[in-house]
């Protein structure tokens, strides 16, 4: 079992920049792909970016690519979601997930985290 602990959403206006944290524990963190998704009302949920069990490979959505970065620190069992110039269309709740398949779809990860919300004004 992984428990995985989202925290840094909040309310930022268009333009500014939030970076949201994951804390995970229980079985091996770097045994373990990580991911962050997103899920605005009324919509799916949706997948921004995925990061290697070693940190050396990104993936991004085309929606964020070149204003998000995504990174892990394995020695504090965290990863984290650096978001720069937000958009009022990047409100969700952000969530972090952990998987051994991993991949662009939910269904690649195993344990997710309780989400965090995001809102963006503009």
């Known amino acids: 079992q992984v428990q995985l602990v989202e925290s840094g959403g909040g309310l930022v206006q268009a333009g500014g920049s939030l970076r949201l944290s994951c804390a995970a524990s229980?079985?091996?963190?770097?045994?373990?792909?990580m991911a962050w998704f997103r899920q605005a009302p009324g919509k799916e949920r949706e997948f921004v970016s995925v990061?290697?069990?070693?940190?050396?490979?990104?993936n991004y959505s085309d929606s964020v690519k070149g204003r998000f970065t995504i990174s892990r620190d394995n020695t504090r069992n965290t990863v984290y979601l650096q978001m720069n110039s937000l958009k009022p269309e990047d409100t969700a709740v952000y969530y972090c997930?952990?998987?051994?398949?991993?991949?662009?779809?939910?269904?690649?990860?195993?344990?997710w985290g309780q989400g965090t919300q995001v809102t963006v004004s503009s």
């Open positions: 990061i290697s069990w070693s940190g050396s490979i990104t």
């Open positions: 229980g079985r091996t963190f770097r045994d373990y792909t």
């Open positions: 997930a952990a998987g051994t398949s991993g991949g662009l779809r939910s269904y690649g990860y195993d344990y």
